[in-house]
Every structure is written in C-alpha cells, then in structure tokens.
C-alpha cells in the first residue's frame, strides 16, 4: 500500500520536483539544439566520470532539500519488496520486455549512437577511466535516477493516480536524456521501471534492473565486434 504524503499543505514538493523534472528536461534538450557534442571516447575519459559524479551529486542534493521533514525511507521507497523472489521475477521480466522493445526499435531509431555513451571499442591502454565511467553509469547513475524519477517523483504524484506516477515520471526520465531517436526507448525504459516500482512498492528492484542494462550495454560495446 503506497503511503501518501503529499497532502495538500504539502503540495508544494510535488510543484518543486515538478520544475526539477521539467528544468532537468529542458536543459538536455538546450544542450542539444545549442549543437553540443559527445567525443567518441566519452567512455575512456576521467572528465566524464567526475563531470557526472558532480552532476549526480548535485541532483541528489536537491532532492535531499525537497525531501527535509518527511521520511525519507518513504518518500523514496527506500524498503524492501515484500518478496524479493517475486520482485527479481519481475525484474527479469520487465528488463527483457525493454530488450525485445528496444530491437524492436533500433530497426526504426538510432538511439545508441545518439546519446554516444557507449564506446566503439575496448581500448587497454585506458582501462582505469573505463572502470570509472563503468562504475558511475552502472551502480551511482542508476541509483540517484532511481531516488529521482521512481523514488520521489512516484511517491508524490501517486496519489492523483498511480498510473498518472508511472506514465509521468516515465516520459520525464525519457526526456532528461534529451534525446529525439531515443525519446521512445528511454520513455518505455522508464514506464517499464514505475510499472515495476508499483507492483513491488519498493525502488531497489527498479535500481537493479536500471544497473544491469547499463551495465550489459557498455560491456557489449566494448566486447561485440561491430
């Protein structure tokens, strides 16, 4: 049972993350129309690594803000599923749904070169930034879109419809990567991942998932001759 706690003297957090959600939306697309470019060796660069860390860390920062008063442990989600069998079911299920979409997909879109975070190739001579951008992308990303995006921006919409989190905050999460071609994997990604946040109530299932796709993507880029 989803715990409300965004009565109506509270409403102010919802508008607050809101503008967070849409400010974060609107400065990706910025950077792209303003003709931004990702470098082909994003991945093998130590700027990338502390570039995002200093990004991830700042958000986290401010929902921390939104957050002073509440139980954060509820405002995102931070509790175990009730099964962890049942959520790791659900996990793979979801995780191979976005798979099966997202081939289905790069038939029609190019949303892997697009976003450019995925290398070429493995390069040894640069394997210590590599596990860097490895580590950020895999475990700290995950974690702080999570809190972001299913953690508190389900908790607070919840309440006017749980359907109304899982759609909202899926095509928000889609739109803060500030991609075109992408826009429909991503937004699906995040729609799959508040579906799975409401049947387990918990956000570590949807952490896990986000972890392991980013994860197989960058090891495959850098083991799949393509």
Known sequence: METVIAPRSERWRLVAWLVFAFALAGLAYAARIGGASTPDDLAYRWSSSV????????????????TIGLDRREAFALRRPA?????????????????????????????????????????????APFVAFFVVVTFVAPVVEELTYRG???????????????????????????????FPVLAFFGIVIGWLRSRTNSVYPGMLLHGTFNGVALLLSVTVVR
Request: a negative charge; hydrophobic letters at 60%; charged letters at 10%.
């Open 152 to 182: 508190l921006g389900f908790t607070l919409i919840s309440p006017s419809g749980v359907w109304l989190a899982i759609v909202s905050t899926g095509l928000l999460f889609g739109a803060a990567h500030g991609l075109v071609e992408g």
């Open 83 to 127: 099964s962890w069998p049942r959520a790791i079911g659900l996990a793979a299920a979801s995780i191979a749904a976005i798979w099966a979409a997202s081939a289905v997909l790069s038939q029609f879109l190019d949303a892997t070169d697009e976003q450019g975070l995925v290398p070429k190739g493995w390069d040894s001579s640069r394997w």
């Open 51 to 66: 570039a995002a860390l200093l990004q991830y860390g700042i958000m986290l920062g401010i929902l921390l803000a939104f």
